[in-house]
Structures are given as structure tokens and as C-alpha cells.
């Protein structure tokens, strides 16, 4: 959609906020209701978000919901976002749901649910590792890229706070892994350096 689809909001966070917040209770309070309690938009690529329905003016247990995210606002077209809705209970692929946002969450007995919840935790529980620019690191297996490109080796090429990989010996940064942070990968220690000794004549 354009920005002007989006007033008065002017990012993807304030937008879905207010979409998942509604009150379709009639005058006698009967009805459906949907209010936001608390929403992260990690890097404006996913949206999470504690929800909680209500039936009648009876608050249910809150549960998530997880948007996935186009946000480019320099669009050419002027179709600078789109989102994919869907709840936790779907099993959403995405699992870097904040803790804040996990612990006000209801009980629920969804298998779906429950998986993902339980990713989530294994990702917060997972260290962090810092990654600089022009560290050469091998993954504990190979990646095959779009383009058709397998391997297991790159040198990592960052610019603020975003992390590109090239082939070792080719200096463009043409790939990206996403959590690279967490990923099991091992630093690949340098060559040592070839010497060439003078010849010494007796």
C-alpha cells in the first residue's frame, strides 16, 4: 500500500497497532473487541505482539500475533508496505518474539502455539555472538543460495548494523543469512604467511 493508505500512521509499528485494535461491542456491550498490549517491529522486517480478544466485555487469554513486514519507504512505485498476518497458533517460521511480549501471554494448549513459544525461548536462551567486518567464519554446514551458490565459507562484510557475506578471494558482499549472530559458526584462523629466506653463499 502507499503511505496515504497508511494515515495517519506513518510506519509499520503505530500502523499495525492500530489495525489489531478494534471494538465492534454494540450498545449493550455485546460483541467481539481486540486491543494491543504490547507490539515490537524487530528491524521492520516482523511484527510481534501480545493480543487480547474479548467477548461481551469478558477479556480472554492474550495470545500472539506475528506480521511479517515489507517496509521500504524510498519505493519507486510508492508501494512502500505490505504485511502477512498470522497468529502464534499457525506455527509461524518467525521465532524472535521479545520476552517481554512472551510473558503476557495466556495459557493455551495449541500444539502449534506451543511449538513456536518454545522456539522463541530457545532463541532468546541462545548467546549472542558479536560479528566484525572482515572476520572469516565457517558454518557448522554448507548454504545454498538462490542463485544456486553452496558453501560453508564467507568473509563477513558489515556496515552498521547490517551484515553481508562474500566468498573468500571475491570482495563483494552478494549474501545474507538471517540470525547469522546465533548461528554455530567457527572462526577460520589466518594462513600463515610464506616466507621467502636469503640465500647465504659459504
Known sequence: MPLSSMFPHTGPKAYLDAQFTYDNRNADGKGKALRVIASSCLRNKVWYAAVVPSTDGTDEPAFAAVCLVSWNPRAKDGFVFAYKDMTEHAGPCEAECPERILSLLGDTDDPGALDWRRRCLERL???VRP???GMHIRLPSKVTFVDGYEGDEFIVHKRGRKISLAIPGN?????RIGNLRKWAWTLVPPKPETRVHKTVFG
Not at 570482495?171 to 549474501?175: F, G, H, I, L, R
Open 125 to 127: 536462551a541462545t548467546p
Open 131 to 133: 560479528l566484525e567486518h
Open 171 to 175: 570482495s563483494y558482499p552478494k549474501y
